[in-house]
């Protein structure tokens, strides 16, 4: 065992020494296992320079927040839906650290909600993972703000009369700079997602469509399941027209500021339209992730909005340097005396 | 005219208490604050009581808009802003009408007579004119054109009616300084500084001013000019501070003897924004300030701060701290340094954000789920509020804690002058990160457990970076040692005990209560927080006329000094004056079983030394 953990290309010395406790068959597993390989695997390129120390996974309160204490890396597991704020404090103060926000649709969307807007629109230096089951699960199943309306849980009977959350629309909206979405049944697709937002400078926001298979199980099976995934999978790769379908049949496009799904046949290729990321106008990856508001729907995967902005810790430090040019560097006895003084002898 | 070369010679007096008042957009703060800093730099002794309303601009004119600022001025120590002003300046009738109750029966008015027409007479409810009413009667009036003699003043410069009307407060000001023999040249060169950017201000202020001045001079509506010397003030160079200014440089100074970088995480709040403000200002110390989206991300990223290893605060009042409860709790459970500034207003709820009121106490004690101790200190002039910034951090950093220091808003916007302390012999209060593993694990090897905590029962602060050291914490609850997730009954008794022990533990390492005592007294009185100067006042006011008094003033409120249970203990009556319902005389009585008897205040204001007086005449039957 012990190879495994002094050696940081294997998944094994990324494995904290805690029993993993979330429910056989829980999505979870597959996500946790993605990040250790993922990590395993930037180890070993001399230039990501991942150090386990260097390295810290802050989450809230929820099953997803457990994720922390699987990583042998710091970690917090802080305060129901409160650690976009806690990270981003710990990414002012440490921007030399390297730090991953772990949360559900509960934690960062609901009571976490204002936390995570702002720490998008601030564009700080985070990587959040929101692991969207669709359910309340710590709390043994209520409807989550990502529910679909009529979702029957012990706590709508009824079904629920709440529109949805579209995460990505919210997180596009609220000008993040990196926006992507994965799913729990794909560690390769994660794996690149996560080390394309490990890339990234600025804050980025993965969705992953995650199985609660105690209390929303096969949530996603309609478009994830291997079978179903040629048809409703729409791969999204930079630079390429947007296509999908187990023909490559069908493809994307932009019309009248709306994402529509088209079949080739009918509109021919040159109309679908031609992914990227980095496009500056937001609108563009707004309508593309419309297309993930009904669980039976053809829904995008993939980067789908990658953007250049000032990144915020280091605007903090940049404020910091400049005042120590401009006022020198701080000096207590002239701050006290900086006022009107006076003598007595 | 009687040429004022001769006429006058200044009549020396001890003290004054002036009131400025006029309507919000008066520039009353301003011109009270202006008048203290020559107070100051003639050497007096002096105590500031600023109060606005909470609406930044309320109707012109109105009861409602009425802005004041109390200063007392000595040449001799004082420690309250004078239970009664001598004298009011009112710019306006509602200024009049709001804050003549206040004055000392025979008091001194100065009114801007040009705002006395019909229009804000009837706005703030005058029926009829009180200048000609007999309502003034038992009062010396000096009737002055100060918006007129203001436009005069100004007619050279280029400046509309309406600015020019702007610049009446400086005439107050120069009128006041004449009265009261203070040099101009502060308030000119403060004026040239201020407004630099704008040289037609300048010019409009410093000529109304002048004005003022000249006016108090020439006329000879003024009988007598007033002189008060300098206070006896221990050697040392010294400044005029407020209470947020100070806990601002305090929380500098603790970065720089903690050697450790400084976060703020604040959100905007009357009246704690001033210290967000001024950190803001001195970057160059390494000081991080973040305004984050709410009072909850605000102690959150503090606290995120603090596992990255900053030293780091928050700062709020009363409503603020309540959104905060649940991430103390946080700090308290992974034991993290934070400390967390209540500028206490008026409550509950929005109450009254301007006015002062100290009845935060439980909530900083108590407010918090499950056991969760928790070191309170409190500051008690604006002074204080340097030295017990640093406080809270020493104990925060060593004892690896949340702290909640608390000041309030009379000791944020009240100011006094400070004997600048020499910064090297301030304390020394760095602390050790963690960077050697502290245990080793089945196998035999050197593993990190974040929960070994040393002789004061301290856990190690390990941050990020340090390699060997990795772990995880969390608000769940931990093994002992070991910091792993332990639902084990026996092991959340033993952390629950371990936590309060290490806070109780603290009481070692505070100051002992001292007793400011006179033979014979059976009368102690306690107080902590703002209200030390009403009660250092009280009982020397008692004392003087033959009731021994004895008191002593609390800084650490939680764990409370050691020795303190054995002094109030010896005496007849323990008096607790509070600006609250009595918080603090029920955790004396909860802990030390002493019949402690309440003097309460809650009306937005300081006490005067005369409310606590008689107060304790009722209780005791004494005749002071």
Known sequence: MTDVILDPTKRGYWTSDQDVRWCPGCGDYGILAAMQFLYAELAEDPETEVKSEDTVFVSGIGCAARFPYYMDTYGMHSIHGRSPAIATGLAIARPDLDIWVVGGDGDMLSIGGNHLIHALR????????????????????????????????????????????NPLGVAIGAGATFVARTHDLDRKHMMATFK??????????????????VFNDGAFDAITKRDARAEMMIDLVDGEPIIFGAEEQRGIMLDGGQAKIVEIADVGRDALAVHDAANPNPAIAFAIAQLANDRQSPTPFGVLRQVEGPEYSEAVNSQLLAANEQQGPGDLAKLLHSGATWDVA | MTDTADRLEAQGINAVVIRFAGDSGDGMQLTGDRFTSASALAGNDLVTLPEFPAEIRAPQGTLAGVSAFQV???????????????????MNPAALMSELGRLKSGGTIILNTDAFDERNLEKCGYEADPRTNGTLDDYIVHEVPMTKLTLEAVTDLDVKKRDAERSKNFFALGLICWMYTRPLEPTLDWVAEKFAKNQTVVDAN??????????????????????????????????????NTATAWGMIAAGQQAKLPIFLGSYPITPASDILHELSRHKNFGVKTFQAEDEIA??????????GGALAYTTTSGPGVALKGETIGLATSMELPMVIIDVQRGGPSTGLPTKTEASDLFMALYGRHGESPTPVVAAYSPSNCFDMAIEASRIALKYRTPVILLTDGYLANGSEPWNLPDVSTLPDISVEFATEPNATDGAGNPTFEPFQRDDILARPWAVPGTPGLEHRIGGLEKADGSGNVSYDPENHGLMTDLRQAKIDGIADDIPLAEVDAVDGSKICLVGWGSTWGSIVATAERMRESGVPVDRVHITHLNPLPPNLGDILKSYEHVIVPELNKGQLVRILRAEYLVDAQSVNKVKGLPFTASE?????????????
């Open chain 2, 72 to 90: 007392h001025i000595s040449d001799h120590d004082i420690h309250t802003p004078g239970d009664e002003p001598d004298v009011l300046i009112a």
């Open chain 1, 122 to 165: 601030r564009n700080v230096n985070l990587k959040i993972l929101l692991f969207n089951n669709q359910i309340y699960g710590l709390t043994k199943g209520q409807y989550s703000p990502t529910s679909e309306v009529g979702k029957v849980t012990k706590s709508t009977p009824m079904g629920s009369i709440d529109a949805p959350f």
């Open chain 2, 612 to 624: 606590i007086v008689e107060a304790i005449n009722t209780m005791t039957g004494v005749q002071a």
């Open chain 2, 206 to 243: 410093s000529l109304a001013l002048k004005a003022g001045h000249a006016f108090g001079e020439t006329t000879e509506m003024f009988a007598d000019q007033f002189a008060i010397e300098s206070a006896p003030q221990e050697a040392g160079t010294y400044t005029n501070i407020t209470g």
């Open chain 2, 298 to 307: 605000a102690v959150g990223s503090a606290l995120g701060a603090a596992f």
């Open chain 1, 196 to 213: 394309a937002a490990h890339a990234h400078k600025g804050a980025s926001i993965i969705e992953i469509y995650q199985n609660c298979n």
